[in-house]
């Protein structure tokens, strides 16, 4: 099973190395940046489980980056930060965080919220944001685009989820085909580009302009998302 990702947006070196130690301790994965706008990119880029997002960040305010994240994703969101008052916390949960922790905290009690939040958010969430064209429910087995459901086979949609869930990835047709086909007997390396052929066109059916899926000559296929 693959670690937990937890991405903390931190520009005080000391507490980050506490927060990224004590999250080591407990088995999780962390990711450290110290500027909001590189928390936004990671968060777009890669796959994160949590963000520990502190309030007072150099370039832009805690509070506007958790709104940018809202927009593409639903990842839980800790806050971090020295102001205690209660209209920073109520503001802070109002525009989407899902705890708020004060300056100074201990890590462990930092990893146990972590740890709190991750579980609540596995029992309920259902569906994923991807970006602001892309969303997956896997309990319909349904993904959305623009807002509107695709028409997918099984298939298609396992080929498509999988080039989601990992956006900027190449995947080979044989990684694709080892992740989607149960029974070694139904698979040839075509019938990937047959897939995306069709993927692609219920895409522009809805945008014309889509070229979400690339094409690497040679290796394979991505996703690339705006």
Known sequence: MSLKHILVVEDEPS??????????????????VVLGQEGVDVVQQEEVD???????????????????IREFSDVPIIF?????????RVVGLEIGADDYVVKPFSPRELVARVKVILRRSNNQRVSKTISKAFMIDEAKHQIKYCNTPLELTA???????????????????????????????????RVIDTHIKTIRAKLRVINHNDNSITTHR?????????
């Open 15 to 32: 507490i980050a190395d506490n927060i990224t130690y004590a999250l080591k301790l407990d088995g999780f994965k962390s990711t450290w």
């Open 50 to 68: 949590l963000v520990i997002l502190d309030v007072g960040l150099p370039d832009i305010s805690g509070f506007e980056i958790c709104k940018n």
């Open 80 to 88: 971090l930060t020295a102001r205690g008052e209660e209209i920073d």
């Open 155 to 189: 298939y298609e949609y396992g080929i498509l989820k999988v080039l989601l869930n990992q956006p900027e990835r190449i995947y080979s047709r044989e990684q694709l085909m080892e992740q989607i086909w149960s029974s070694p007997q139904e698979r040839f390396d």
């Open 218 to 226: 040679g290796i394979g296929y991505s996703v690339k998302l705006r």
